[in-house]
Protein backbone atom coordinates (compact mmCIF):
# COMPACT_ATOMS: atom_id res chain seq x y z
CA UNK A 1 0.00 0.00 0.00
CA UNK A 2 1.20 3.72 -1.13
CA UNK A 3 1.57 6.39 2.11
CA UNK A 4 2.90 9.37 2.67
CA UNK A 5 6.30 9.32 2.00
CA UNK A 6 6.39 11.89 5.09
CA UNK A 7 3.71 10.56 7.35
CA UNK A 8 1.70 7.58 7.36
CA UNK A 9 -1.73 8.07 5.32
CA UNK A 10 -2.52 5.30 3.26
CA UNK A 11 -3.64 6.36 -0.22
CA UNK A 12 -7.05 4.74 0.71
CA UNK A 13 -7.14 7.72 3.01
CA UNK A 14 -10.58 10.14 2.16
CA UNK A 15 -9.48 13.20 0.04
CA UNK A 16 -5.74 12.43 -0.09
CA UNK A 17 -3.57 13.62 -3.01
CA UNK A 18 -0.02 12.73 -3.20
CA UNK A 19 3.04 15.34 -5.14
CA UNK A 20 5.50 13.80 -7.24
CA UNK A 21 7.56 13.55 -4.68
CA UNK A 22 5.08 11.34 -2.49
CA UNK A 23 4.03 13.99 0.11
CA UNK A 24 0.45 14.37 1.19
CA UNK A 25 -1.77 17.31 0.89
CA UNK A 26 -1.97 16.90 4.33
CA UNK A 27 1.55 17.49 5.19
CA UNK A 28 1.66 20.03 2.85
CA UNK A 29 -0.72 22.17 4.75
CA UNK A 30 1.28 21.55 7.70
CA UNK A 31 2.99 24.98 9.09
CA UNK A 32 5.78 23.44 10.75
CA UNK A 33 6.86 22.36 14.27
CA UNK A 34 7.81 26.13 15.21
CA UNK A 35 4.08 27.59 14.18
CA UNK A 36 3.03 24.61 16.69
CA UNK A 37 5.15 25.76 19.53
CA UNK A 38 3.49 29.20 19.76
CA UNK A 39 0.36 28.28 19.11
CA UNK A 40 0.77 25.99 21.86
CA UNK A 41 2.20 28.70 23.95
CA UNK A 42 -0.66 30.75 22.94
CA UNK A 43 -3.54 28.12 23.74
CA UNK A 44 -1.60 27.24 27.04
CA UNK A 45 -1.90 30.94 28.15
CA UNK A 46 -5.76 30.85 27.16
CA UNK A 47 -6.53 27.98 29.17
CA UNK A 48 -4.39 29.14 32.29
CA UNK A 49 -6.54 32.79 31.87
CA UNK A 50 -9.73 30.78 31.81
CA UNK A 51 -9.28 28.55 34.62
CA UNK A 52 -8.38 31.51 36.77
CA UNK A 53 -11.50 33.36 35.51
CA UNK A 54 -14.10 30.17 36.56
CA UNK A 55 -12.04 28.04 38.71
CA UNK A 56 -14.51 27.48 41.92
CA UNK A 57 -14.24 28.32 45.03
CA UNK A 58 -15.50 24.78 46.34
CA UNK A 59 -16.56 21.98 44.24
CA UNK A 60 -15.28 20.34 41.42
CA UNK A 61 -13.35 22.44 38.81
CA UNK A 62 -13.53 19.51 36.11
CA UNK A 63 -15.08 16.41 35.27
CA UNK A 64 -12.34 14.25 33.62
CA UNK A 65 -13.22 11.61 31.02
CA UNK A 66 -11.17 8.88 32.46
CA UNK A 67 -10.27 5.93 30.35
CA UNK A 68 -8.19 4.61 32.46
CA UNK A 69 -5.51 4.90 29.62
CA UNK A 70 -1.93 6.24 29.19
CA UNK A 71 -3.61 10.06 28.11
CA UNK A 72 -6.13 10.51 30.48
CA UNK A 73 -4.34 9.13 33.10
CA UNK A 74 -0.92 11.55 32.69
CA UNK A 75 -3.65 14.77 31.58
CA UNK A 76 -5.18 14.17 35.23
CA UNK A 77 -1.99 13.76 37.18
CA UNK A 78 -0.53 16.68 35.18
CA UNK A 79 -3.43 19.35 35.93
CA UNK A 80 -3.65 18.53 39.28
CA UNK A 81 -0.15 18.91 40.06
CA UNK A 82 0.86 21.79 37.92
CA UNK A 83 -2.38 23.47 38.03
CA UNK A 84 -4.00 22.04 41.96
CA UNK A 85 -6.69 21.24 39.39
CA UNK A 86 -10.01 19.24 41.61
CA UNK A 87 -11.65 16.50 39.65
CA UNK A 88 -14.39 14.12 39.52
CA UNK A 89 -13.15 11.87 37.52
CA UNK A 90 -15.82 9.76 35.67
CA UNK A 91 -15.29 5.87 34.19
CA UNK A 92 -17.67 5.21 31.58
CA UNK A 93 -17.21 1.01 31.67
CA UNK A 94 -18.76 0.09 28.09
CA UNK A 95 -18.22 -3.64 29.83
CA UNK A 96 -15.16 -3.91 27.29
CA UNK A 97 -12.33 -2.23 29.69
CA UNK A 98 -9.42 -4.38 30.43
CA UNK A 99 -9.09 -5.92 33.82
CA UNK A 100 -5.40 -4.37 33.86
CA UNK A 101 -7.30 -0.70 33.48
CA UNK A 102 -9.55 -1.32 35.66
CA UNK A 103 -6.74 -2.22 38.53
CA UNK A 104 -4.98 0.87 36.91
CA UNK A 105 -7.99 3.22 37.17
CA UNK A 106 -8.50 2.38 41.18
CA UNK A 107 -4.96 2.75 42.21
CA UNK A 108 -4.26 5.98 40.15
CA UNK A 109 -7.61 7.78 41.28
CA UNK A 110 -6.83 6.18 45.06
CA UNK A 111 -2.95 7.43 45.05
CA UNK A 112 -4.13 10.99 43.48
CA UNK A 113 -6.61 11.68 45.96
CA UNK A 114 -9.46 12.27 43.43
CA UNK A 115 -12.82 11.22 43.61
CA UNK A 116 -14.25 9.07 41.01
CA UNK A 117 -17.28 7.36 39.30
CA UNK A 118 -18.05 4.42 37.32
CA UNK A 119 -20.95 5.16 34.52
CA UNK A 120 -22.00 1.64 33.62
CA UNK A 121 -24.44 1.97 30.85
CA UNK A 122 -26.99 -1.06 30.19
CA UNK A 123 -24.95 -4.01 28.54
CA UNK A 124 -28.03 -4.72 26.43
CA UNK A 125 -28.41 -1.65 25.18
CA UNK A 126 -25.06 -1.22 23.93
CA UNK A 127 -24.91 -4.43 22.77
CA UNK A 128 -27.10 -3.93 20.21
CA UNK A 129 -25.74 -0.87 19.35
CA UNK A 130 -21.84 -1.72 18.93
CA UNK A 131 -23.65 -5.03 17.09
CA UNK A 132 -25.29 -3.05 14.60
CA UNK A 133 -21.96 -0.74 14.25
CA UNK A 134 -20.22 -3.48 13.29
CA UNK A 135 -22.25 -4.26 10.79
CA UNK A 136 -22.95 -0.94 9.00
CA UNK A 137 -22.09 2.57 9.53
CA UNK A 138 -24.60 5.03 10.91
CA UNK A 139 -23.38 8.03 10.16
CA UNK A 140 -21.13 10.34 7.85
CA UNK A 141 -18.52 8.98 6.13
CA UNK A 142 -16.84 12.19 7.07
CA UNK A 143 -17.37 11.42 10.80
CA UNK A 144 -15.60 8.28 10.46
CA UNK A 145 -11.91 9.41 9.02
CA UNK A 146 -10.72 9.53 12.44
CA UNK A 147 -12.62 6.64 14.41
CA UNK A 148 -14.25 3.49 13.69
CA UNK A 149 -18.68 3.45 14.00
CA UNK A 150 -18.56 1.52 17.29
CA UNK A 151 -15.92 3.69 18.86
CA UNK A 152 -17.63 6.88 17.50
CA UNK A 153 -21.10 5.60 19.21
CA UNK A 154 -18.96 5.15 22.72
CA UNK A 155 -17.60 8.28 22.47
CA UNK A 156 -20.51 9.72 21.91
CA UNK A 157 -22.43 8.63 24.95
CA UNK A 158 -18.97 9.73 26.75
CA UNK A 159 -19.29 13.24 25.82
CA UNK A 160 -22.38 13.37 26.45
CA UNK A 161 -23.18 11.83 30.22
CA UNK A 162 -19.81 13.93 30.93
CA UNK A 163 -21.60 17.09 29.63
CA UNK A 164 -24.95 16.11 31.45
CA UNK A 165 -23.10 15.69 34.69
CA UNK A 166 -21.35 19.05 34.18
CA UNK A 167 -24.55 20.86 33.45
CA UNK A 168 -26.40 19.41 36.16
CA UNK A 169 -23.43 20.45 38.94
CA UNK A 170 -22.37 23.89 37.06
CA UNK A 171 -19.04 22.44 36.54
CA UNK A 172 -17.00 24.76 34.94
CA UNK A 173 -14.69 22.62 32.85
CA UNK A 174 -14.94 18.77 31.48
CA UNK A 175 -11.31 17.69 30.63
CA UNK A 176 -10.40 15.13 27.94
CA UNK A 177 -6.68 12.78 27.46
CA UNK A 178 -6.80 13.50 23.28
CA UNK A 179 -3.58 12.89 22.38
CA UNK A 180 -2.35 15.65 19.93
CA UNK A 181 -2.52 13.73 16.93
CA UNK A 182 -6.59 13.54 17.97
CA UNK A 183 -7.35 16.95 19.37
CA UNK A 184 -5.65 19.50 16.65
CA UNK A 185 -4.76 22.86 18.33
CA UNK A 186 -7.42 24.93 17.58
CA UNK A 187 -9.78 22.26 19.35
CA UNK A 188 -8.22 22.15 22.26
CA UNK A 189 -10.54 24.74 23.89
CA UNK A 190 -14.00 25.32 23.77
CA UNK A 191 -17.07 26.75 25.23
CA UNK A 192 -20.01 24.27 24.10
CA UNK A 193 -22.84 26.33 22.62
CA UNK A 194 -26.14 24.86 23.25
CA UNK A 195 -27.87 24.95 19.89
CA UNK A 196 -24.19 23.74 18.19
CA UNK A 197 -24.73 20.34 20.68
CA UNK A 198 -28.43 20.30 20.27
CA UNK A 199 -27.34 19.55 16.31
CA UNK A 200 -24.56 17.01 17.22
CA UNK A 201 -26.72 15.62 19.43
CA UNK A 202 -29.29 14.46 17.12
CA UNK A 203 -26.50 13.29 14.91
CA UNK A 204 -26.65 10.66 17.53
CA UNK A 205 -29.62 10.38 18.93
CA UNK A 206 -31.11 9.71 15.36
CA UNK A 207 -29.46 6.60 14.60
CA UNK A 208 -29.06 5.30 17.70
CA UNK A 209 -33.17 4.79 18.89
CA UNK A 210 -33.37 2.85 15.47
CA UNK A 211 -31.24 0.29 17.04
CA UNK A 212 -31.65 0.52 20.56
CA UNK A 213 -34.90 2.36 21.27
CA UNK A 214 -35.84 5.44 23.62
CA UNK A 215 -33.21 3.85 26.28
CA UNK A 216 -30.64 6.19 24.28
CA UNK A 217 -32.22 9.05 25.67
CA UNK A 218 -31.22 8.47 29.42
CA UNK A 219 -27.53 9.38 28.13
CA UNK A 220 -28.03 11.94 26.57
CA UNK A 221 -29.22 15.90 27.50
CA UNK A 222 -32.97 16.76 28.05
CA UNK A 223 -34.62 19.95 27.14
CA UNK A 224 -34.20 21.01 30.85
CA UNK A 225 -30.49 20.74 29.71
CA UNK A 226 -30.83 23.44 26.99
CA UNK A 227 -33.12 25.69 29.57
CA UNK A 228 -29.68 26.46 31.46
CA UNK A 229 -27.07 28.25 28.94
CA UNK A 230 -25.06 29.64 31.52
CA UNK A 231 -24.31 26.22 32.39
CA UNK A 232 -22.53 25.04 29.23
CA UNK A 233 -19.11 24.07 30.08
CA UNK A 234 -15.95 24.61 28.49
CA UNK A 235 -14.26 21.60 26.66
CA UNK A 236 -10.44 20.88 27.28
CA UNK A 237 -8.05 18.67 25.49
CA UNK A 238 -4.97 19.73 26.99
CA UNK A 239 -2.38 17.42 25.50
CA UNK A 240 -2.49 19.51 22.68
CA UNK A 241 -0.96 22.84 24.04
CA UNK A 242 0.76 20.96 26.75
CA UNK A 243 5.01 18.98 25.50
CA UNK A 244 3.76 15.22 24.49
CA UNK A 245 6.30 12.70 24.57
CA UNK A 246 4.64 9.08 24.67
CA UNK A 247 8.12 7.43 26.30
CA UNK A 248 8.10 10.11 29.48
CA UNK A 249 4.61 9.60 29.83
CA UNK A 250 4.55 5.99 30.33
CA UNK A 251 7.79 6.27 32.72
CA UNK A 252 5.71 8.71 34.67
CA UNK A 253 1.88 7.02 35.11
CA UNK A 254 4.41 3.80 35.66
CA UNK A 255 5.43 5.66 38.50
CA UNK A 256 2.22 5.75 40.12
CA UNK A 257 1.24 2.11 39.61
CA UNK A 258 -0.42 2.28 36.10
CA UNK A 259 0.83 -1.17 33.80
CA UNK A 260 0.40 -1.79 30.29
CA UNK A 261 -2.78 -3.61 29.64
CA UNK A 262 -0.97 -7.08 27.47
CA UNK A 263 -5.12 -7.52 26.06
CA UNK A 264 -5.83 -4.72 24.10
CA UNK A 265 -4.73 -3.81 20.31
CA UNK A 266 -1.51 -1.25 19.61
CA UNK A 267 -3.33 1.44 19.99
CA UNK A 268 -5.22 1.23 22.90
CA UNK A 269 -4.24 1.20 26.74
CA UNK A 270 -7.91 0.18 28.49
CA UNK A 271 -10.43 -0.93 25.71
CA UNK A 272 -10.96 -4.62 24.10
CA UNK A 273 -13.64 -3.04 22.01
CA UNK A 274 -11.40 -1.16 20.16
CA UNK A 275 -10.11 -4.35 17.91
CA UNK A 276 -13.39 -5.22 17.04
CA UNK A 277 -14.06 -1.77 15.83
CA UNK A 278 -10.92 -1.09 14.07
CA UNK A 279 -11.21 -4.76 12.67
CA UNK A 280 -14.61 -3.89 11.04
CA UNK A 281 -12.96 -0.21 9.84
CA UNK A 282 -10.31 -1.41 7.71
CA UNK A 283 -12.58 -4.35 6.30
CA UNK A 284 -15.13 -1.64 5.33
CA UNK A 285 -13.06 1.58 4.49
CA UNK A 286 -9.54 -0.23 3.57
CA UNK A 287 -7.64 2.64 5.94
CA UNK A 288 -7.39 2.09 9.81
CA UNK A 289 -8.99 4.50 11.75
CA UNK A 290 -5.50 5.53 13.70
CA UNK A 291 -4.23 6.69 10.90
CA UNK A 292 -4.91 10.70 10.75
CA UNK A 293 -4.00 10.65 14.78
CA UNK A 294 -1.06 8.39 14.20
CA UNK A 295 -0.26 10.63 11.09
CA UNK A 296 -0.72 13.90 13.38
CA UNK A 297 1.71 12.81 15.61
CA UNK A 298 4.60 11.87 13.42
CA UNK A 299 4.19 15.26 11.08
CA UNK A 300 4.48 16.95 14.77
CA UNK A 301 7.58 14.81 15.72
CA UNK A 302 5.93 12.98 18.34
CA UNK A 303 6.30 9.96 16.86
CA UNK A 304 9.06 7.99 14.10
CA UNK A 305 7.23 6.81 11.42
CA UNK A 306 8.32 3.61 11.84
CA UNK A 307 6.59 3.02 14.70
CA UNK A 308 3.28 4.41 13.47
CA UNK A 309 3.38 1.99 10.64
CA UNK A 310 4.42 -0.81 12.78
CA UNK A 311 1.03 0.20 14.88
CA UNK A 312 -1.30 0.37 11.45
CA UNK A 313 0.12 -2.45 10.09
CA UNK A 314 0.39 -5.02 13.25
CA UNK A 315 -3.53 -7.58 12.83
CA UNK A 316 -5.82 -7.35 15.78
CA UNK A 317 -5.62 -10.69 18.58
CA UNK A 318 -8.40 -12.79 16.31
CA UNK A 319 -9.02 -14.30 20.42
CA UNK A 320 -9.78 -10.54 21.89
CA UNK A 321 -12.12 -10.01 18.91
CA UNK A 322 -13.90 -13.20 19.02
CA UNK A 323 -14.48 -13.27 22.65
CA UNK A 324 -15.89 -9.35 22.28
CA UNK A 325 -18.35 -10.60 19.64
CA UNK A 326 -19.77 -13.73 21.95
CA UNK A 327 -19.92 -11.37 24.84
CA UNK A 328 -21.97 -8.32 23.09
CA UNK A 329 -24.25 -11.12 21.78
CA UNK A 330 -25.12 -12.70 25.20
CA UNK A 331 -25.49 -8.91 26.21
CA UNK A 332 -28.83 -8.89 23.65
CA UNK A 333 -29.90 -11.86 25.21
Known amino acids: MKRCTRCVLPETYPGIQFDEKGVCNFCRLFKGKERLQKSMQKYRLRFEKLLQEKRRSG ?33 LDNGF ?32 LFLHCAEEDIYSRKGLERASTICTSCMGI ?3 VA ?3 AIDSSIPFIIYGWSPGQAPIEASIFRNNPEMIKGMQEQFTVPMKKIAGDDIDNYFLTAEHFKKPESFPHNVSPLAFLEYDEREILEKIQAMGWEKPDDTDPNSTNCL ?22 AGLV ?20 VIIERVRNRLNKGIG
Do not use: C, W
Not at 273 to 294: D, K, M, T, W
Open 158 to 160: VKF
Open 163 to 165: LRM
Open 299 to 318: RAGYMERAEAIERLEEEANP
Open 59 to 91: GYDAIMAYSGGKDSTYTMAVLQKEYDMSFLAMT
Open 97 to 128: ISPQSLDNIRRVVEGLGIDHIIYKPRLDVLSK
Open 273 to 294: LNALGISVHRQRHHFHPYAFEL
